[in-house]
């Protein structure tokens, strides 16, 4: 967890459990913080992606070829965890700012009907329809025909049991923020290409290049217009291209 954020929430920091870590700034970072303490003792290991991940290659690649003939483009937006209140941020993002992110990409493709979005909420009960009581203006933007979410709930919790490079790979681009987990990265490690809105708050965002790390969801939607949304254009240039060893 936070391995992209890269710094230690205290909820998750203990120097006297072994670390998984996808990056070497993560792991440096959690024993950085670890070793001062008398007694620790810690055993790293580096996860390579991906793991216990069967994937129906087959079931990917028909429903690309269907989205390739639909769309134009197709970009995939990687939701994270927002708070309801002051008390439980810690990295300033709140509901009405995720609301806020949804309505900004319904609204491009809106204008640009040949570009579909792929949906990937972390949890099973924060599907967009979920918030349509909070947001009326998201619900008339709503097109399931062209905004397309990917949910399959979990038995034990609220996760959702999709996982980043799965979809991924039916996307033309992977959006998500710097703070958050690691959906984004491991889209990447997939082959996906990914870009990042700029939280002010990940050291990741000093090393990633101006063509991944951008300072608002609104960059890169200009961006993507700059292009005509096009898929053809996209790939002729580095938009979303960064080498994950260097990490």
Known sequence: QFSLLAYMNPWLHSPYAGLMYFTNIHRDLYLEESKSIAGAELEVINIKYPFQAYLDINKIDKFRKELVKR???????????????????????????????????????????????????????????????????????YDPKRHLEFVQNSKFNYRNIFIPSEISQMADLSISHSFGGTAAYEARLSGNRSVFINSAVSVYEKILPDNVCFNSLEDITKKLESMGCDREKLSNSNLGQFNTKGL
């Open 71 to 141: 769309f134009k483009i197709v970009i995939l937006y990687f939701d994270e965890n927002f708070a309801e209140d002051n008390l439980h941020s810690h990295h300033g993002y709140f509901l009405e700012d995720y609301i806020s992110d949804l309505k900004h990409l319904l609204k491009f493709s809106n204008k640009f009907p040949s570009l579909g979005i792929l949906f990937k909420p972390q949890f099973h009960n924060r599907r967009i329809k979920d918030f349509f009581e909070f947001d009326k203006e998201l619900e008339n933007l």
